[in-house]
């Protein structure tokens, strides 16, 4: 298969969907890769290394849609794209169709087959897709909230670890899932008192087996919550409720009972934050205070770690983007579950149930698109 690899064009974004070492899997397969110079600048890969492990490198993003029969990108692709995008071609890439009509209604004219990394997603109802990013913002927040705590950030002045003879930093972490477990690792690695709460008593029943002496669990209420932010440095929201709006933990009302200058990192932003007070923020200003408390919302956190955040999504699509290179679209998603699940739009239709129910739009099920559709 012809397989393009675009320079991400959305502002601010460095990461590149396939590296030297995804060229040389797909071409040892067989398949011919063309990458546009300089796609994989931003996430330290240069042009040379592409061309040494077997690609193709055009100079513009015109020529690698024109050729190519699949895209693999990071992002969805932007407004200039849409003109670019060819019928039958396959696009495999984050899409995130049910916040953005436009876009849906412009893959849908395009007759692309757009399978979305977001809706990928294993027997265990886990999104193999997403958990890197998760990763990454998670081991990320504690980084951001040691450095906020810092005096001359604006923070209280607190080590996260302390020293011998003086207290660690008090760390709360909201839900125990993919954010919060790496946070919770990370922030007691550095030596902080962390507590993690959640919802779910077997999500807590099983971290209060793996983490380490100096991580606590508490069930996830609003008593509780209310209680533990009066002692905590440093609050770290990683909530989710998969399909809603993130639930808003730590209302305005409780910011006056936290100490002044500790620090609440609200990874969840991307789903409207589970702070009251949270407004997105972004990695050039990303940060504010609201009644002494500093705010960290950036809602693209990986995007500061472009070699990290590369590196890790690439391991997790890289196998996917063999499989459908190897076997086409359609054998591939009649192969594989997981893959199948992935397919948002086909030849002009919603084939996933959240995408139509969104807008309101007609629903083909995925099945009827693979027994009739042409194949890629
Ligand atoms: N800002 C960023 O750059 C960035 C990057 C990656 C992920 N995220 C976001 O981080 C959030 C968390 O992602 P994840 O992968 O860890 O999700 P996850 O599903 O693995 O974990 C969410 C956890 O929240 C718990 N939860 C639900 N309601 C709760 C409540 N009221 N109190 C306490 N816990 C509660 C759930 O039980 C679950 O364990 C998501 O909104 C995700 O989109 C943001």
Same mark, same amino acid.
């Given at each position: 298969?012809?397989?393009g690899?675009p320079?991400?064009?959305?502002?601010?974004?460095?990461?590149?969907a396939?590296?030297?070492a995804?060229?040389?899997?797909?071409?040892?397969?067989?398949?011919?890769?063309y990458?546009?110079?300089?796609?994989?600048?931003?996430?330290g890969?240069?042009?040379?290394?592409?061309?040494?492990?077997?690609?193709?490198?055009l100079?513009n993003?015109?020529?690698?849609?024109?050729?190519?029969?699949?895209?693999?990108?990071?992002?969805?692709?932007?407004?200039?794209?849409?003109g670019?995008?060819k019928k039958?071609?396959?696009?495999f890439t984050?899409?995130?169709?049910?916040?953005?009509?436009?876009?849906?209604?412009a893959?849908?004219?395009?007759g692309?087959?757009?399978?979305?990394?977001?809706?990928?997603e294993?027997?265990?109802?886990?999104?193999?897709?997403?958990?890197?990013?998760?990763?990454?913002a998670?081991?990320m927040s504690?980084?951001?909230?040691?450095?906020?705590?810092?005096?001359?950030?604006?923070?209280?002045?607190?080590?996260?670890g302390?020293?011998?003879?003086?207290?660690p930093a008090e760390?709360?972490?909201?839900?125990g899932g993919?954010?919060?477990?790496?946070?919770?690792?990370m922030?007691a690695?550095?030596?902080?008192h962390?507590?993690?709460?959640?919802?779910s008593l077997?999500?807590?029943?099983?971290?209060?087996d793996?983490?380490?002496?100096n991580?606590?669990t508490?069930?996830?209420?609003d008593?509780? *919550?209310r209680? @533990?932010?009066?002692? +905590?440095?440093?609050?770290?929201g990683? %909530? =989710?409720?998969?399909?809603a709006?993130?639930?808003?933990?730590?209302?305005?009302?409780?910011?006056?009972?936290m100490?002044k200058g500790?620090?609440i990192v609200?990874?969840?932003?991307?789903?409207?934050?589970?702070?009251e007070?949270?407004?997105?923020t972004?990695?050039?200003?990303?940060?504010?205070v609201?009644?002494?408390?500093?705010?960290?919302?950036?809602?693209n956190?990986?995007g500061a770690?472009?070699?990290?955040?590369?590196l890790?999504?690439?391991?997790?699509?890289l196998?996917?983007?063999?499989?459908?290179?190897?076997?086409g679209?359609?054998?591939?998603?009649?192969?594989?579950?997981e893959?199948?699940?992935g397919l948002?739009v086909?030849?002009?239709?919603?084939?996933?149930?959240g *995408?139509s129910? @969104?807008?309101?739009? +007609?629903?083909?099920?995925?099945?009827? %698109? =693979?027994?009739?559709?042409?194949?890629?």
């Amino acid at each position: 298969m012809i397989i393009g690899v675009p320079k991400e064009i959305k502002n601010n974004e460095n990461r590149v969907a396939v590296t030297p070492a995804g060229v040389a899997e797909l071409t040892k397969h067989g398949h011919t890769v063309y990458v546009q110079s300089t796609a994989g600048v931003g996430s330290g890969f240069e042009d040379d290394e592409y061309v040494a492990a077997g690609a193709n490198m055009l100079p513009n993003i015109e020529e690698v849609y024109a050729i190519a029969e699949m895209i693999i990108k990071v992002k969805e692709p932007i407004e200039q794209e849409y003109g670019l995008i060819k019928k039958d071609q396959l696009l495999f890439t984050y899409f995130h169709f049910a916040s953005h009509e436009p876009l849906t209604h412009a893959m849908i004219k395009s007759g692309a087959v757009c399978l979305a990394y977001e809706t990928v997603e294993k027997a265990d109802r886990s999104l193999p897709l997403l958990v890197p990013m998760s990763e990454v913002a998670g081991r990320m927040s504690v980084q951001e909230g040691a450095k906020y705590l810092e005096k001359p950030m604006g923070g209280r002045g607190i080590l996260l670890g302390g020293v011998p003879g003086v207290k660690p930093a008090e760390v709360i972490v909201l839900g125990g899932g993919i954010v919060g477990t790496q946070a919770a690792k990370m922030a007691a690695g550095m030596g902080a008192h962390v507590t993690i709460m959640d919802i779910s008593l077997p999500r807590l029943r099983q971290l209060d087996d793996i983490m380490p002496a100096n991580v606590q669990t508490q069930y996830s209420n609003d008593y509780n *919550v209310r209680n @533990a932010i009066k002692s +905590a440095d440093l609050v770290i929201g990683g %909530v =989710l409720i998969p399909g809603a709006k993130a639930p808003k933990l730590i209302t305005r009302d409780m910011l006056p009972s936290m100490k002044k200058g500790a620090v609440i990192v609200d990874v969840a932003i991307d789903q409207g934050g589970c702070f009251e007070t949270s407004q997105p923020t972004t990695h050039a200003e990303p940060i504010y205070v609201v009644d002494n408390v500093i705010h960290y919302c950036v809602a693209n956190m990986p995007g500061a770690v472009p070699y990290t955040s590369t590196l890790a999504l690439t391991n997790a699509t890289l196998p996917y983007a063999v499989q459908l290179a190897n076997k086409g679209w359609k054998k591939a998603c009649s192969d594989s579950n997981e893959l199948r699940l992935g397919l948002n739009v086909v030849d002009g239709k919603v084939v996933y149930k959240g *995408v139509s129910d @969104a807008f309101n739009l +007609a629903y083909t099920p995925v099945e009827q %698109v =693979l027994g009739t559709s042409a194949s890629n």
